[in-house]
């Protein structure tokens, strides 16, 4: 078992028992399970995706997990077959009356594309899902709604650790940033140059 895959089911065991948000709608009565149905952990990963089998691994650990003990039993939600798209799939888990929950959100533009779905934002959040992110670290992403959650740290945060540690670990004046020209990259560029410049560097 990879420790990404422990952090999740550690965030799994907590989002199981997610209560409604204050604030916000709860599910409906045509997509709650009756008392003594099994309830679903969603896998919101495309299989094509190359952290699928990871994220499913974490899934079904924190199932075992949750059915160790007594009451109602927990299953894993696997992606139905023949979606092809992160929206159609957020769409299918949220109106699944048996899923409780969604792992999901593999990286950055995943989440942003189903941060409305999840949350259900079109009915008001009546049939809002938790959604826990394994990977998804984009800044904007921080305090975005009362369903997303996060197991990594955000960009800035990456960042402005790794500037602290070339300067005062080194301990260097100069650093050389090597980035990915998208968002992502520029983000974390930024935040080094910002961290680094004001220790002096």
């Known amino acids: 078992m990879t420790r990404r895959a422990l952090s999740l089911a550690?965030?799994?065991?907590?989002?199981?028992?997610?209560?409604?948000?204050?604030?916000?709608?709860?599910?409906?009565?045509?997509?709650?399970?009756?008392?003594?149905?099994?309830?679903?952990?969603?896998?919101?990963?495309?299989?094509?995706?190359?952290?699928?089998?990871?994220?499913?691994?974490?899934?079904?650990?924190?199932?075992?997990r949750l059915n160790e003990g007594k009451g109602r039993r927990f299953l894993v939600r696997l992606p139905p077959s023949g979606i092809a798209s992160d929206v159609t799939l957020a769409e299918a888990l949220r109106d699944d009356p048996e899923v409780l929950g969604v792992v999901g959100g593999a990286d950055n533009a995943a989440v942003f594309a189903t941060l409305g779905t999840y949350a259900d934002t079109a009915e008001?959040?009546?049939?809002?899902?938790?959604?826990?992110?394994?990977?998804?670290?984009?800044?904007?992403?921080?305090?975005?709604?009362?369903?997303?959650?996060?197991?990594?740290?955000n960009d800035k945060d990456v960042a402005r650790f790794a500037a602290r540690w070339v300067r005062d670990s080194l301990p260097a004046r100069r650093a050389v940033v090597v980035y990915r020209n998208d968002a992502v990259g520029s983000d974390r560029c930024k935040h080094f140059a910002e961290a680094f410049g004001g220790r002096g560097g």
């Open 124 to 153: 008001a959040g009546a049939r809002a899902l938790p959604l826990v992110s394994p990977a998804a670290a984009a800044s904007r992403l921080t305090g975005v709604n009362s369903w997303f959650f996060r197991v990594t740290p």
């Open 10 to 64: 550690s965030l799994l065991l907590v989002s199981a028992c997610a209560r409604t948000p204050e604030g916000s709608g709860s599910r409906g009565a045509s997509v709650t399970p009756a008392d003594n149905a099994p309830v679903a952990i969603g896998v919101g990963v495309l299989p094509a995706h190359p952290r699928y089998a990871e994220i499913v691994e974490g899934v079904r650990f924190a199932v075992d």
